[in-house]
């Protein structure tokens, strides 16, 4: 058995921000099932919303309450629309470059935003900040890193959390004892056949929530990307980012026509696709970046326009077939502001987590934002009540027990969400 301060699981943004806002002098071990950079954190395009003036606090809150069909928890948005700017100049601090222009940070905008907002590094925003939060992480010496160890259970008793189990490579499992856990383990598109998420994303630790009866939220809020490339082949459904559509370019049918407002809030405009790929007999719509799209688009869109190139489309002289896939999971463990579950000593943040803040519907690129403003008052939680107590003896996790555990979860929660969508109405 390992022992450690604190245990965070995930190596996306809300992971490695939690650790970089613990006290140094706790012994913090980061774990991910799968390699370091393989998490949806790297793949996120867009960008990322900070409130960009003082006048902006109004606006900013309208958007993210009317995508969520008003389902939202105020205290929460108004939270993360307070924080943000605090969060953009920690990741200045951390390294990270967003891109300018000659009056100072160039905004973008995207769907269901009202102005120009989002901060962005061409159209790998994601990668640029977790790569650098990555690198300062690794930096620390009292933060362990550690790839493909997969957490297939909490420790828990008297409903206090103590740990985690986990599987190695090599199919060990072990106990891991902590004083706090943080589940940091991103969302569930790794449980649909179509989804932009990396596959091993497939809501663990929404399974061992319903395993252990720590209360969960909203979990049928699931949000559909109304554009990924289409393709015929298998695999993780390639994004074509909201910004692309925010900076101009134009969703038309089989005949080239446009069929609706490209600007709508995400659910909107992917019901809008549907219809139009029903009218149309169709497997996907067009998007069309040339002529709609100004200024040079394969320097603006360096990571699609490479893609789509390797796939035979070259969006600067031609439409690209687009068609909607799974993307993010508003619903999850139930949180307050500072990231607490309803088990004590058990955090979760980032993808994972619910509080309320997205509504029914999340506004793009409150994502990273989110995750990163409670990621840090979670870790600012932890390091105010500092109290340690003596571990019980967990029995050696057995093999049997825990594989199969895994399995049956994937189908809980598969039922909980269908269960979900049949009482949406109550919500
Ligand atoms: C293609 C794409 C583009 C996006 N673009 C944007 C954007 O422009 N702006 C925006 O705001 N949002 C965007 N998003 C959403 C955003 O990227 C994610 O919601 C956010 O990064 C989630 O961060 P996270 O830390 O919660 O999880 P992730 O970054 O997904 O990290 C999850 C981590 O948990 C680990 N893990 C999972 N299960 C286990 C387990 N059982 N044991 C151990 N480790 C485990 C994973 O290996 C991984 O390290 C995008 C998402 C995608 C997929």
Same mark, same amino acid.
């Given at each position: 058995m390992k022992k450690f301060d604190v245990i965070i699981v995930g190596t996306g943004v809300s992971g490695l921000f939690a650790a970089l806002n613990l006290h140094n002098d706790r012994q913090i071990a980061v774990l991910t099932k799968?390699?370091?950079?393989?998490?949806?954190s790297f793949l996120a395009q867009g960008g990322i919303c900070v409130q960009?003036?003082?006048?902006?606090f109004e606006s900013f809150m309208e958007d993210t309450l009317s995508a969520g069909h008003y389902e939202n928890n105020r205290e929460a948005v108004a939270v993360m629309i307070n924080q943000s700017r605090e969060i953009i100049e920690d990741l200045l601090q951390a390294g990270v470059e967003f891109d300018r222009d000659n009056s100072g940070f160039s905004y973008t905008k995207e769907a269901a935003h009202s102005r120009p907002r989002i901060l962005h590094c061409k159209d790998s925003t994601g990668r640029e900040i977790n790569s650098r939060l990555l690198k300062k992480v690794q930096e620390l010496s009292n933060v362990t890193v550690m790839e493909k160890i997969t957490v297939t259970d909490i420790l828990s008793e008297n409903g206090r959390c103590h740990g985690v189990t986990v599987r190695d490579i090599s199919g060990k499992y072990e106990n891991y004892c902590a004083q706090a856990t943080i589940l940091?383990?991103?969302?569930?598109?790794?449980?649909?056949?179509?989804?932009?998420?990396?596959?091993? @994303?497939? +809501?663990d630790a929404l399974a061992i929530a319903l395993k252990n009866k720590i209360r969960i939220r909203d979990i049928s809020y699931i949000q559909i990307h109304p554009t990924s490339l289409y393709t015929e082949e298998p695999g993780r459904a390639f994004l074509i980012s909201e910004s692309v559509r925010g900076e101009g370019a134009v969703l038309i049918d089989k005949d080239g026509k446009r069929f609706t407002?490209?600007?709508?809030p995400r659910d909107i405009v992917t019901q809008k696709i549907y219809q139009q790929m029903e009218k149309d007999q169709m497997p996907y719509v067009r998007l069309c @970046?040339? +002529?709609?799209?100004?200024?040079?688009i394969a320097k603006r869109f360096p990571m699609i326009y490479e893609h789509c190139l390797k796939q035979g489309y070259d969006i600067t002289k031609e439409p690209i077939p687009v068609t909607p896939a799974q993307h993010y999971?508003?619903?999850?463990i139930e949180t307050d502001l500072n990231g607490r579950?309803?088990?004590?000593s058990l955090y979760a943040v980032g993808e994972?987590?619910?509080?309320?803040?997205?509504?029914?519907n999340r506004l793009a690129s409150n994502s990273l934002l989110e995750s990163l403003v409670f990621s840090k008052r979670a870790a600012q939680d932890i390091n105010r009540n500092r109290h340690s107590v003596e571990h019980p003896i967990f029995p050696e996790p057995s093999e049997f027990s825990c594989e199969e555990r895994i399995l049956e979860d994937k189908d809980l929660i598969m039922s909980e969400i269908r269960k979900g969508e049949s009482n949406a109405g109550e919500h």
């Open positions: 799968a390699a370091l950079n393989e998490t949806d960009a003036d003082d006048e902006d940091a383990t991103g969302g569930i598109g790794g449980l649909f056949k179509r989804s932009t998420n990396y596959s091993h @994303l497939t +809501g407002d490209e600007l709508q @970046l040339k +002529g709609y799209v100004k200024g040079d999971f508003m619903g999850g579950t309803d088990m004590d994972t987590s619910c509080n309320g803040v997205h509504g029914k």
